[in-house]
């Protein structure tokens, strides 16, 4: 065989036989990677600012306008007086948890739930600073006394989830601290759910760029001042380790018994009216309130002779402001 022969013919043997079919083969041999492993991997390559599972593109909505959104509002605070109703005849007791990044407009949401409501059924609890003696206690049991009785409401703005966020983030809590929380959270709200508490959870989601817009807009209005504190210009800076610490927490307290619901924050009036109108859509009710007969006033006592001391002898607040 010629020189030139044995030539074309290694040629060939290249063209038919690349170097890569030797790396694929030992590619392929190589032991399937765990599926725990892989889903790890891919919660590690996931962006930081996604908010629990990565959403697709934001689809934007034009914003309500104000009538709109009073008439709506004004319907759903009707629809709440029915819930309440329901809530005292029937004995129900109700636990509703709203967390989120600082100015994400929970207490906007909060104020809207109550603004039609009894204080006696529906109350807000909003607890502080744990005390020396809380500290030294098991950690849910400064939240377990304001728990609701039959026929109460209690909306918590923020709730033992702090352990999650803040005092993770801020260090206020141990490591081992930390891990017991998540491993006795699930339980403590399964139990919570098996004693007869309807328990919902309300994560609100807000943009950095519109969360920067609302400190920036606290920081000029004298009204709003005192709700940025040294804490929340802290959390401003910590952006990313929250968004850990809440994707951590989702993935040990999004249970089955007692989901997180996510309310797009951004624009308020829509995470009002979604929020409001999603809380009565998961409570089952019935209007007690229109089949009773119509309430009738008793007429009053006729007049005895009683007379009444002066008036001008009652210490009467000054009329700075009249028509």
Known sequence: ????????????????????????????????????????????????EAEGKPPKKKKKYPKISEEAYLQELSKLHIELVKLQEWVRVKGLKVVVLFEGRDAAGKGGVIKRITEPLSPRIARVVALGTPTEREKTQWYFQRYVPHLPAAGEMVLMDRSWYNRAGVERVMGFCTEEEYQEFLRSCPEF????????????????????????KRFLSRTKDPTKQWKVSPMDLESRMRWEDYSRAKDAMFAYTD????????????????ARLNCISHLLSHIP?????????????????????????????QTWVPAKYHG
């Open 255 to 270: 249970i089955k018994q007692v989901p997180w619901y996510v309310v797009d924050a951004d624009v308020k009036t829509h």
């Open 285 to 313: 009710y019935e209007d007690l309130l229109t089949i009773k007969e119509p309430m009738k006033l008793p007429p009053r006592k006729k007049s005895s002779g009683y007379v009444r001391p002066p008036i001008e002898e």
């Open 1 to 48: 065989m010629s020189d030139q022969e044995e030539a074309k013919k290694e040629e060939v043997k290249e063209v038919t036989e690349p170097e890569e079919t030797t790396e694929i083969k030992t590619k392929a041999k190589e032991p399937k990677e765990p599926k725990a492993a892989k889903a790890a991997k891919e919660v590690q390559a996931e962006p930081v």
């Open 189 to 212: 709200e399964r139990m919570l759910v098996r004693s007869g508490i309807i328990l919902i959870k309300y994560w609100f989601s807000v943009s950095d760029e519109e969360q920067e």
